[in-house]
C-alpha cells in the first residue's frame, strides 16, 4: 500500500509561527511594570488566521494547493494501480521482465516523493510570503497594546498550559488589527473594559437641571 501524501497548509502555519513565539513576550516601560504587575496572552495563530487578511490568504493558498493535492492523488493512484497490475502478473513475467516493471515503478515512486517535497516547499514560501505581513502587523499591534495597557508581559497562549479567560487578549487584537490598528488601545481587557477595571473614559455624571 502506498503511504498518502497530503499538503496541509495548516500544519505549515503552525511551523511558520513556532519560531516566531519568544518574539511574542513583550516587556512595558520600567515605571508600568513598576506600577501594574500585569500579564496577558494572546493565541498568536488564531489571531492571525482570524483577521480578514488571514482569511484571505487561508483561501488563496487552499486554492492554489486544492490543485497541487489533486495532481498528487492522481499520480499515487496511477502508482497503486501500477503496483497492483505487476502484483497479478509476476507469475506470467520473464525475471528480467518483472524487474524491469518493479524498477520502473519505483524511479515513479521517488519522482512523486520528490514532487511532493517540492508541492510542500512552495507552500512554505508562499505561505510565508502572504503571512509575514500579517505577522509583523500584528506583534505591532501586540506591543502597542501591551505599552497602552500596562502589560509587563504578554505570551503567546499555545505556551501557556493554562490562563485565565480575562487575561486573554485574542479577540481585542484581532479586533484592532481590522479595524485597521487605528483603534484606540488604551480601551480595556479582553472583554472590552478599562484596562484599570473602571469606568470608560469620558463618562461623566449628566448635569443635573
Known amino acids: 500500500m502506498i503511504r498518502s501524501l497530503s499538503v496541509r497548509p495548516r500544519a505549515r502555519l503552525a511551523a511558520l509561527l513556532s519560531p516566531l513565539l519568544p518574539a511574542l513576550f513583550v516587556l512595558a516601560s520600567a515605571g508600568e511594570a513598576a506600577a501594574q504587575n500585569r500579564i496577558g496572552v494572546v493565541d498568536l495563530q488564531h489571531s492571525v488566521m482570524q483577521t480578514e487578511d ?4 487561508q483561501a ?5 494547493f486544492d490543485k497541487r ?4 492523488d492522481a499520480k499515487q493512484n496511477d ?3 501500477a503496483r497492483e497490475d505487476i502484483e497479478r502478473q509476476a507469475r506470467v513475467l520473464s525475471r528480467e521482465a518483472l524487474q524491469k516493471r518493479m524498477e520502473d515503478w519505483q524511479r515513479q515512486m521517488v519522482e512523486l516523493q520528490t514532487v511532493f517535497v517540492d508541492y510542500n516547499k512552495e507552500l512554505q514560501k508562499r505561505q510565508g510570503e502572504l503571512t509575514a505581513p500579517i505577522i509583523k502587523k500584528m506583534m505591532m499591534i501586540i ?4 505599552k497602552k ?3 509587563e508581559l504578554i505570551i503567546d497562549k499555545q505556551a501557556a498550559p493554562y490562563a485565565r479567560p480575562d487575561l486573554d487578549l485574542t479577540e481585542q487584537v484581532v479586533q484592532l488589527y481590522n479595524s485597521g490598528g487605528e483603534a484606540d488601545a488604551e480601551g480595556g481587557d479582553a472583554k472590552g473594559g478599562d484596562a484599570k477595571g473602571g469606568d470608560a ?3 461623566k455624571p449628566e448635569p443635573k437641571p
Open 54 to 57: 488571514g482569511i484571505r490568504a
Open 60 to 64: 488563496t493558498l487552499k486554492k492554489v
Open 69 to 72: 493535492q489533486q495532481d498528487l
Open 79 to 81: 502508482l497503486q494501480r
Open 143 to 146: 506591543n502597542r497594546v501591551a
Open 149 to 151: 495597557q500596562g502589560f
Open 201 to 203: 473614559k469620558g463618562d
